[in-house]
């Protein structure tokens, strides 16, 4: 964008005289070809979601998590009800359209309507979720609100810098790495130092058009593998070649 200046000459921000706060996240389901991702419940979501974290032996997905892991579902549940049920973090179940179960989590956090910054945040992916086309959808549909929905101007991704995983996940997903925040937080005895990535408004137009192409159902064989990368679909929006 081009240099905005004041009446001294000093480089300012360029302008936004329309903006205006932005509502908070409904408590609504987001309905998706494979998954439907809706609000958090213990009572309906805990015993699938328990069910399914145990399929990770080693208790991997809970390494660059603050809680967990959980070996008993009672005491999934009563975290659950005590952690999860508040407006910010805003806990969202992951549910598996064919089996009906939830297989995963993840939340909207540091909710800020009054800049339109909004962050996606306490991911956690059974086994039976990971590598599939719901995994990908999932994050598609909370985007989607965040930006068409909610007009929302930025949109976060943080994650523990040691998390390769995530990492390479926010960057297959379309988000830019922004920095490292070093010495960011403590967890569970540990040091965290944080890597930033986000997705800006700007930058929508062209993710949306890329994760449509790749979510549609041509784009997919009959063992509902993808014929074409997300990655290759995102760099080809990106340079306008559709």
């Not at 399929?55 to 070996?71: K, N, V």
């Not at 009563?78 to 805003?90: F, K, N």
Request: with cysteine.
């Amino acid at each position: 964008m081009s240099e905005h200046t004041n009446r001294l000459g000093q480089p300012i921000g360029f302008p936004l005289p329309d903006w205006g706060p932005r509502s908070r996240p409904p408590a609504t389901a987001m309905p998706g070809r494979t998954c439907r991702v809706e609000p958090l419940d213990p009572a309906t979501h805990a015993a699938d979601l328990h069910e399914a974290n145990r399929e990770d032996a080693d208790d991997r997905i809970w390494t660059y998590l603050p809680y967990g892991p959980f070996a008993a579902l009672d005491e999934y549940r009563r975290w659950m009800q005590s952690d999860c049920s508040g407006p910010d973090p805003m806990f969202h179940a992951i549910v598996d359209v064919g089996s009906g179960r939830a297989a995963g989590v993840a939340s909207y956090l540091r909710i800020n309507p009054a800049h339109g910054v909004i962050e996606v945040g306490h991911i956690n992916y059974s086994p039976r979720l990971q590598s599939t086309t719901a995994a990908t959808e999932a994050m598609f549909l909370l985007m989607a609100r965040v930006f068409d929905e909610l007009g929302y101007r930025r949109y976060e991704w943080k994650c523990d810098a040691l998390n390769a995983r995530s990492r390479r996940a926010a960057e297959r997903l379309g988000f830019t790495f922004e920095g490292l925040f070093r010495q960011a937080t403590v967890y569970k005895a540990r040091n965290r130092d944080t890597a930033w990535y986000a997705i800006l408004d700007s930058e929508w137009p062209a993710l949306k058009s890329a994760y449509r192409r790749w979510l549609d159902p041509a784009n997919f064989d009959s063992n509902e593998r993808p014929l074409t990368r997300l990655g290759d679909l995102i760099e080809a929006a990106r340079a306008g070649r559709f």
